[in-house]
């Protein structure tokens, strides 16, 4: 498990500014392990089944909190890599490198963090499109009124300059 917000674990420690990272870390650890140990959460029992010619040995959880503490200390003792979502900023297993959202909900194809993230974009990028257009179409009510005003035509101006530089 990594740790990558030291500071803040230190500002929880007393006197540790006589301790490097590396101890501030381990003490955070040792104490994460005190707790879970103390929560005496993890129960559960085993059974053996029988099926299609194979025994087959399985763990009963009492309930959900049981299996997810228990994914919790198996995730803690196999030193398993972690993040943040880049959209919901939940913590999440990483089980792939390029992981950077929520995994997808079981029987689904992609994440629900990583399409949320992806239509916001494609939002946020469509709005910016209006407000450009809305900007652009408001920049010649301004020109057609500073025409009305002065009695010159920026447009007229503007087209004989490109057509004398050979562009058009
Ligand atoms: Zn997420």
Redesign the pocket.
Known sequence: MQTKNISKIRSLLPNSNLIDDEEVIGLAKSRLADLLSRLDAFHFSTYLDYLSGSFIPGVWFSDLFNFAYFQLVKALSNNVEVRE?E??G?IFEVTHKRQR??PPLPNRKRSS?EMANNNRLKKEKNNKEKFNTANLQNGITKKRSYTVLHGIDPFTQEQKRITKSGLL
Do not use: G, Q
């Open positions: 979502c959209y919901c939940h959202y929520c963090c």
